[in-house]
């Protein structure tokens, strides 16, 4: 059973910043992809930053330069450091993983997160 347990959450005022972590267990071998998502109350998720297991990154526009992401292979678990932070990043932070089986993820360049936390709350108020 493939779980994810995010940590890191709380509130910060604008300008602070905070550092959540992910830890995934339940599968052996290297996640294709590990990301963070967020949605805050009224809109859609949307995917904020993903690692490749290359660790090549991906960002959303509106925190490049501000978050970055992170993932230790061999400890199976991921990070975001957010920097900077903007009352429009308030929300509830999900992480993340990209677990399907090597000979399939590998024969493809897209992300396909199949499994996700329970998120953690971000709040951003002065």
């Known amino acids: 059973l493939v779980q994810l347990v995010e940590s890191g959450g709380g509130s910060v005022q604008p300008g602070g910043s905070l550092r959540l972590s992910c830890a995934a267990s339940g599968y052996t071998y290297t996640a294709f992809c590990m990301g963070w998502f967020r949605q805050a109350p009224g809109k859609g998720r949307e995917e904020v930053a993903g690692v490749y297991y290359d660790g090549t990154t991906t960002y959303r526009d509106s925190v490049k330069g501000r978050f970055i992401i992170a993932r230790d292979n061999a400890k199976n678990t991921v990070l975001l450091q957010m920097n900077t932070l903007k009352p429009e990043d308030a929300a509830l932070y999900y992480c993340?993983?990209?677990?399907?089986?090597?000979?399939?993820?590998?024969?493809?360049?897209?992300?396909?997160?199949?499994?996700w936390g329970q998120g953690t709350q971000v709040t951003v108020s002065a």
């Open positions: 993340a993983a990209d677990t399907r089986p090597p000979l399939e993820a590998y024969r493809t360049t897209k992300c396909a997160y199949n499994h």
